[in-house]
């Protein structure tokens, strides 16, 4: 079974709006991290936001938010006031308790409209 | 810091050659990892390692060989190459997570292509 899932293959937004990009996971670990990453057309992997299993709150990092759904087991990426540099691909990755082994999703692509 | 290098960015092997590509890791980091990316996928694990002498499988080993002789260094070797390959192959680091967010930083990936 796919433990990460990613429904939206392509997602556009205008600049200066904000977009929700899904993600949804599968583990029977109590303990266990979310993560996204980005990757630009040049191809590197940029961490963007990690969330812990066990997070009361939800993570923050600048215009980036993760809403953390628990019982519905989706961590869903939030980016606030999009850019046109906010353009690119972004994978969901979850690593379960006990490892250090990211699984990926088969990303989103995002394009931002000016 | 130059963080995760990788070498080489490009290569274009035959059927049946072989290469190793090379990755190394300046943040003293303990844990290293060899993923690929196949077109419109996301990554998946070949090989990781916890430390040098230490290594394991990851979820698509087969074809696929690595040694862990220095903390900083972690290359992947590929034996008789196969078009099956062809892939985008990233290598990355981290610390043990260990309560901390232990994210993966990552190389800029090599191409290559088997023909």
């Known amino acids: 079974a796919q433990k990460i899932t990613q429904t939206q293959p392509g997602m556009f937004v205008q600049e200066k709006e904000a977009v929700t990009l899904d993600c949804t996971y599968d583990t029977s670990d109590p303990s266990y991290g979310l993560f996204w990453y980005k990757q630009p057309s040049s191809g590197e992997m940029i961490f963007l936001i990690y969330?812990?299993?066990?997070?009361?709150q939800n993570a923050t990092e600048g215009r980036y938010s993760l809403n953390f759904q628990k019982a519905r087991k989706s961590a869903n990426l939030v980016i606030s006031a999009s850019q046109l540099g906010d353009s690119a691909m972004y994978f969901c990755?979850?690593?379960?308790?006990?490892?250090?082994?990211?699984?990926f999703g088969k990303g989103t692509k995002l394009t931002v409209n000016p | 810091n130059a963080g995760v290098t990788q070498t080489p960015k490009f290569r274009i092997l035959k059927i049946g050659q072989s290469m190793t590509l090379q990755c190394a890791q300046d943040?003293?980091?303990?844990?290293m990892y060899w993923y690929r990316q196949d077109p419109g996928m996301g990554l998946k694990l070949i090989y990781y390692?916890?430390?040098?002498?230490?290594?394991d499988k990851g979820e698509v080993p087969n074809g696929y060989n690595v040694s862990r002789s220095t903390t900083e260094d972690f290359p992947l070797r590929l034996e008789l190459a196969a078009p099956s390959q062809t892939s985008v192959y990233f290598c990355?680091?981290?610390?043990?997570?260990?309560?901390?967010?232990?994210?993966?930083?990552f190389g800029p990936g090599t191409r290559l292509t088997v023909t």
């Open positions: 990755a979850m690593r379960e308790g006990g490892s250090e082994k990211l699984v």
């Open positions: 943040m003293n980091h303990n844990y």
């Open positions: 969330q812990g299993s066990y997070d009361q």
């Open positions: 990355a680091s981290s610390y043990p997570s260990g309560g901390a967010t232990g994210e993966q930083y």
């Open positions: 390692s916890v430390g040098a002498g230490i290594t």
